[in-house]
């Protein structure tokens, strides 16, 4: 149980990381802008997801 909370905590916290760093390249306004922070903005969606998969899987086991 407590593994699977580090694990989403870890998520969590690059998921908002991605998601800062693609607001900031969005706002500096850069050629790859647009293309980076969309790559940026799936990536997060997809640690999230992954997050939460995680936690489920390891519910499961422990029940």
Do not use: P
């Amino acid at each position: 149980m407590k593994q699977g909370m580090i694990q989403i905590h870890w998520t969590l916290i690059a998921g908002m990381l991605l998601s800062l760093g693609a607001i900031v390249i969005r706002r500096t306004g850069l050629e790859i802008g647009d293309f980076t922070s969309g790559m940026l903005s799936g990536l997060t969606i997809v640690l999230i997801i992954n997050g939460i998969v995680h936690f489920a899987k390891n519910r499961a086991v422990i029940k």
